[in-house]
């Protein structure tokens, strides 16, 4: 069994009456040649990563190799006594996405989803909301497999590379991919998966790669915090019923061709953006960060 | 591997911070630790493009040697290549070169002795989401990437080889998805790779070598 794009895999949900998730799973084990219990053995281990990475830094900050990143996980959590501005839920996500990419950015163990510098998305928003509505691990692996199938219809149609098509399609991708998710954890159809992501996806687009120093730092870590933000934000409103008019197969296209008319400056060259500006270029130099 | 699987896009696990300038460095030299078969007693990394502009901040150098040092992508010791690699009493260099121009930005060539001076360079390119691709093997222009079961044979350039190796695989069932051969110079050494969806038991290797135009047989299994 296989699907190529958003209308096929909807299809085929329709016909069997399963979510995304089943239709991935079956795929895997298909193509992969394999039974159930060695997929899910394989999630297993990509969500107990996930689980160190999105709680080592709240316990034990620790600066970038750079030093340009480092505690911001850590400041965010604990500056939680106040009733904070996001809410609970939101302030959680955002606080162990960005917790990822602190690990990444100390040579730590990640899962890259889809990528290392949109690692914090996903497991960003599965965490937060496990902790939060106490869901079983099984359930978290739906939304593992979920995202996985979203991203790997944006990997085959379009792209989720920063060079190829900039941070829209690391990040964009990422929160496409969770805000679909999200929506099948929430009980909402294979339909508003798509809408999701659909809408999450145009809410992204044209975003550049820019990393300061070439460096998988900043930007990216507070990239990440948006990028969870938007996915709930998207799964709200596709739960809530409205629709993006563009489809998903449509919105991963306008995605890929945005990205390809980015300049280069524009794409992981660390040349543009917040690179290549006079602070940029200075810390591409070595003097700044730690501070 | 000739679909893209959940994993490909949940995945891979990797230690931080860049999948092509960290995981993909840690795989080339995973690979030119496998193809040399030997122990190890010194290495010399030269970085261009990308690697050597960026490849400090992105802990390349550490994932060069945990690589040869035979850890993976996910290996937490990775971090920590230079003091495992100094304890082991491993010598190793590393040379930036961000002048010499190469096919692709993120080029690495590994340089590895043994300590009864067998040698081995192999050059690997980053293509990106951790993939690579090896792209000369002791100057013979090659290319394979490890996502298949590799078989790697260095001979003699000579008529032959070619029949009595694929006869061997043919007599075991192994079922051939890509094979290729390269050469310096006419009559002169060659590599023929082997690549198959499935792993290719080790132990009719022998039989390959029973021909003296074999030289040398590596096998990489996925």
């Known amino acids: 069994m296989d699907f190529t794009s958003g209308k096929e895999l909807l299809e085929l949900c329709r016909e069997n009456r399963f979510p995304i ?61 106040t009733p ?56 978290v692996m739906d939304g593992l497999l979920n995202a996985g199938a979203v991203g790997y219809l944006l990997m085959r149609n379009a792209s989720v590379s920063g060079a190829e098509a900039g941070c829209q399609a690391e990040v964009g991708a990422a929160s496409a991919m969770t805000a679909s998710a999200i929506v ?82 524009l794409r992981e060259s660390a040349k543009g953006g917040n690179a290549g500006t006079p602070t940029g270029c200075r810390c591409a130099r070595g003097s700044c960060g730690a501070g | 591997m000739n679909y893209i699987s959940v994993f490909d896009v949940i995945g891979p696990n990797m230690i931080g911070p860049s999948s092509s300038h960290t995981a993909g460095a840690v795989n080339i030299a995973l690979m030119a630790y496998r193809l040399f078969q030997k ?52 010598s190793y260099r590393f040379i930036w070169d961000e002048t010499t121009k190469t096919n692709h930005p993120n080029t690495v060539d590994i340089y590895l002795e043994s300590p009864s001076g067998e040698t081995q360079t192999i050059r690997g390119e980053s293509v990106g989401g951790g993939k690579i691709r090896i792209v000369l093997i002791n100057g013979i222009e090659v290319v394979f990437t490890g996502l298949y079961s590799t078989l ?43 690549e198959s969806d499935e792993n290719i038991p080790d132990y009719f290797l022998e039989e390959i070598r029973t021909n003296p135009l074999v030289h040398e047989i590596m096998l990489i299994q996925i």
């Open chain 1, 184 to 265: 099948e954890l929430m009980d909402g159809t294979p339909e508003m998966c798509f809408q999701a992501a659909s809408l999450a996806l145009s809410n992204l687009l044209g975003l550049v790669c820019d990393p300061i120093a070439g460096l998988v730092e900043v930007p990216c870590q507070s990239r990440n915090a948006i990028g969870v933000s938007n996915a709930f934000t998207c799964a709200q409103l596709a739960l809530c019923g409205i629709t993006h008019p563009v489809p998903f197969d449509e919105m991963a296209e306008a995605m890929y061709r945005v990205g390809r008319s980015l300049p280069y400056e």
């Open chain 2, 152 to 194: 790697i044979i260095k001979q003699a350039d000579r008529p032959g080889v070619v029949a009595h190796v694929t006869q061997v695989l043919s007599r075991h069932g192994v079922n051939i998805a890509f094979m290729r051969l390269y050469r310096d110079y006419k009559g002169g050494t060659g590599y023929l790779i082997v």
């Open chain 1, 21 to 81: 998730s089943r239709a991935m799973l079956l795929r895997e084990m298909d193509l992969g040649n394999c039974g159930e219990q060695t997929v899910r053995e394989k999630l297993g281990r990509s969500l107990e990563i996930m689980e160190a990475s999105v709680h080592e830094p709240l316990g034990k900050p620790r600066r970038s190799l750079s030093g340009l990143i480092g505690g911001e996980a850590w400041k965010l959590y604990s500056a939680r006594q």
């Open chain 2, 39 to 90: 122990p190890i007693a010194k290495a010399v990394f030269t970085l261009y493009g990308s690697f050597a502009q960026t490849g400090r901040g992105h802990g390349t150098d550490k994932a060069l040697l945990g690589g040869i040092q035979g850890f993976a992508t996910d290996d937490v010791r990775i971090r920590d290549s230079y003091a495992l690699a100094d304890a082991a009493g491993l």
């Open chain 1, 84 to 139: 904070p501005l996001c809410g609970e839920l939101l302030t959680h996500a955002i606080a162990y996405a960005m917790a990822v990419l602190e690990v990444n950015a100390a040579m730590g163990l990640i899962v890259a989803a889809p990528t290392a510098g949109s690692s914090g998305v996903l497991p960003g928003a599965l965490f937060s909301l496990k902790e939060h509505c106490g869901w079983s691990e099984t359930k």
